[in-house]
């Protein structure tokens, strides 16, 4: 019975972009979560610094580019909620991810996109104190960045 | 002489100049920020439960809210909340939103008021019923002009209460709400303050609430909003839904009447 | 089994702009609750976001998306009345689905 | 219901040609009374007691903190005899201990929603009001600029002794000011003040950088 389990799982993870299948394991509990983390992303959310995070993502000297594109304000009124907005206008962008440079743990998201994607995504965004934000983008096997700094405010009364 | 006089205006209409420049491109950005959180308030999903709550058979006469009588008859929502706080003759008190919520909850499901009102903000894991019906029922104002007549004489007592305590300091800082909340174009922080105290002012506030609060994670309603600045002043608590309170919002929603509502809004 | 999200699906041209806002806590583990206890990490760890069931974009978060999440992304080669769906699963193995039909 | 027997009972008592002044105190004598039993009972007695006004506050509030010359004269010169000062009579201390009471907002917060924990220091919260630091863009403007203070005003004695009585009780040279009384209430102690002093006057605090 586990080996048929492990097979299945097996296959499941084969697939790859599989991802309907993977939460679709998870939701009849077929596996358990940190399994299914285990599966993506091995230790680049636990990653504590950007050289940490860069080689648990496989990702080597990645070139700067004015190609890749922050969209969000110098200044964020709370840090509870920063919105940041990603764009690549690099040919054959596969993924892009978004690193805080100062926050435990630098990774906060990452996108891999099909074809049918515009490499274009914006999300809201936690950050404990002011600090450089990085657009990481992979396009055609390559990878590329750019940063940004973003203030974080303190707001209102203060208290 | 005269021309290092020139000389020093000069220089201090430069700096002045400066200086503002600096601060609008802090308040462009501010602003920017600010842009970008609207264009999705997670009110919305809030408000969407307050619905599911308001039609909702509950308590022990399973009775949904849906004859709750908000003022405007039983059952009706729509435009409500623009004309609370007011009289209601069956309670004989001037009630908020909060304040009428919890006595249809009482008198249509049978709750005890010491149940409705236990968990009236939202804890970490707990989302608390208020804070939604408070959401749907506001939303269902939205694009109605406040219009709170104060025709009642406890309506009229209520709001002069409120001006009372609006400049009535107190605490170990000297605070009253008038100090932050009486004057045009003043910042706390980088945060503009509304001078309440105008239409302007009081219907920028007014209007919004409820509003999420993205440094709180949830929705305040204007009970919320003026206990907190209580605490703000370093005043013990207030009691939830207590004259003092309603006597504020009494008073804030005269001076804003007329204004537009528009809410919920997403705030700092 | 989560609350509803939120999705908006509008097209331009062949392109159609999704929207979706969630309901979450997204709790980082650090935080501690008025008794001084942690209150334990609980956030949304994966998101598919799929046209007519084909997945388009799949995302990982980490602890640090912000509470009640927000994702905007554009899909290319929609056209009105397709179906546009969301997906996340949380690190407690919590999920859940909606769906919209673009405008 | 009770507001009105008040309010009628008060009216019977009223002599021939009662105005306007006699009215509002009738409006306040309700008010305060309402205010306070407004309050939730668990609050400990010590904790109600901030709610009390001395007679600063209470001139301030009747006036809507805009009160006729005499009585600013009068709350002055009152509230002028409260300064008091460090033990060493050193007014100016230690800028990078101001800039820390400057920038924080926290301490002394109660009540049972969220109040600071036990021992969290109270700050000085001047960034809420003041531009600082030409550094710190998340300044209010409730009260003046005091960037470049000490580069524009000096610091001499008698600039030195002018702030440190200012931040000590701000009411004694501006009856009913936004600011509180930061020495009077022993919100701060005299020696954090005079880090305040120093944050403003000192050539080496960021105040006075660019």
């Not at chain 4, 033990?87 to 820390?100: N, R, S």
């Not at chain 4, 531009?131 to 600029?145: F, K, N, Q």
Request: hydrophobic share 40%.
């Amino acid at each position: 019975m586990r080996e048929a389990l492990n097979l299945e799982r097996r296959k499941a993870l084969k697939a790859g972009a599989g991802f309907g299948l993977l939460s679709a394991l998870l939701s009849v509990g077929l596996i358990s979560p940190q399994q299914a983390r285990a599966a993506v992303n091995k230790g680049a959310f636990d990653a504590k610094t950007l050289d940490e995070t860069y080689k648990a993502l496989g990702v080597s000297a990645p070139a700067v580019s004015d190609q890749v594109v922050i969209n969000a304000s110098d200044i964020a009124e709370n840090g509870a909620v920063v919105p940041i907005g990603i764009k690549s206008n690099l040919p054959n962008t596969q993924m892009v991810a978004l690193l805080v440079e100062r926050n435990p743990n630098p990774l906060s998201a990452s996108y891999n996109l099909t074809e049918a994607a515009v490499p274009e995504v914006t999300m809201r965004v936690k950050m404990g104190q002011t600090s450089n934000v990085i657009a990481l983008v992979k396009a055609d096997g390559k990878f590329y960045t750019a940063t940004k700094e973003i203030k974080i405010t303190l707001g209102g009364c203060g208290g | 002489m005269r021309h290092l006089l020139a000389l020093l205006a000069g220089c201090v209409l430069a700096s002045a100049a400066m200086a503002a420049r600096a601060q609008d491109k802090s308040g462009d950005e501010v602003a920017k920020y600010r842009e970008m959180l609207a264009d999705g308030n997670p009110a919305d999903l809030v408000e969407l439960r307050g619905e599911e709550l308001w039609k909702a058979k509950r308590g022990p006469k399973n009775a949904s809210l849906e004859q709750c009588d908000l003022g405007l008859g039983p059952g009706v929502v729509d435009g409500a909340y623009a004309q609370l706080p007011k009289y209601f003759p069956d309670s004989k008190k001037v009630m908020d939103l909060e304040a009428r919520l919890v006595y249809c909850m009482t008198t249509l499901q049978g709750f005890t008021e010491a149940e409705v009102t236990k968990a009236w903000f939202t804890k970490p894991g707990k989302e608390a019923d208020m804070e939604a019906l408070v959401t749907f029922v506001g939303a269902r104002s939205n694009g109605k002009p406040i219009n709170v007549a104060n025709r009642h004489p406890q309506e009229a007592a209520m709001a002069k209460m409120g001006e009372y305590i609006f400049y009535r300091r107190a605490g170990p800082q000297d605070f009253s709400c008038a100090i932050c909340h009486a004057n045009d174009n003043k910042r706390i922080r980088l945060q503009e303050l509304g001078n309440l105290t105008t239409k302007e002012g009081a219907g920028t506030a007014m209007k919004s609430f409820p509003a999420y609060r993205v440094s709180q994670g949830n929705v305040w309603s204007m009970q919320r909003r003026l206990i907190d600045c209580m605490r703000q002043a370093r005043w013990p608590e207030p009691k939830y839904l207590s004259d003092a309170v309603i006597a504020l919002e009494v008073y804030l929603q005269g001076k804003a009447n007329g204004t537009v509502m528009q809410t919920p809004g997403i705030k700092r | 089994m989560g609350s509803p999200m939120k999705i908006r699906a509008s097209l331009s041209g062949e392109t159609a702009d999704v929207k979706v806002l969630m309901r979450h806590d997204m709790e980082t583990g650090q935080r501690k609750d008025a008794s001084g206890a942690v209150i334990p990490a609980w956030y949304i760890q994966e998101v598919t976001v799929a046209l007519n069931g084909k997945a388009v974009v799949t995302a990982e978060w980490g602890a640090a998306v912000s509470k009640d999440p927000y994702l905007a992304l554009k899909v290319k080669g929609a056209k009105s009345g397709d179906a546009v769906s969301v997906t996340w699963v949380d690190n407690k193995g919590d999920t859940r689905t909606d769906e919209t039909k673009i405008a | 219901m009770r507001y009105k027997l008040f309010v009628l009972a008060a009216l019977a008592g009223m002599s021939v040609g009662a105005g306007a002044a006699e009215t509002a105190s009738l409006v306040a004598k309700q008010a305060e009374k309402m205010f306070l039993e407004s309050f939730r009972s668990d609050n400990p007695k010590y904790w109600m007691r901030r709610l009390e006004q001395d007679e600063a506050m209470r001139l301030c509030s009747t006036y809507k903190d805009n009160p006729p010359a005499k009585i600013r004269q009068q709350i002055q010169l009152k509230e002028m005899a409260t300064i008091r000062y460090p033990v060493d009579g050193k007014l100016i201390g230690d800028w990078m201990e101001g800039e820390k009471l400057a920038s924080s907002g926290r301490g002394g917060h109660i009540g049972f929603i969220q109040p600071d924990p036990r021992g969290t220091p109270r700050g000085g919260n001047c960034y809420a009001c003041h531009e600082l630091s030409p550094r710190e863009v998340a300044y209010g403007t409730i009260g003046p600029s005091l960037k470049h203070f000490g580069r524009t005003r000096g610091n001499g004695e008698d600039v030195i002794k002018y702030v440190y009585d200012k931040v000590y009780n701000s009411n004694a040279f501006s009856a009913c000011t936004n600011m509180p009384r930061f020495g009077y209430h022993s919100w701060l102690t005299p020696e954090q003040i005079t880090h305040i002093v120093a944050y403003l006057l000192d050539p080496e605090s960021p105040v006075n950088g660019d």
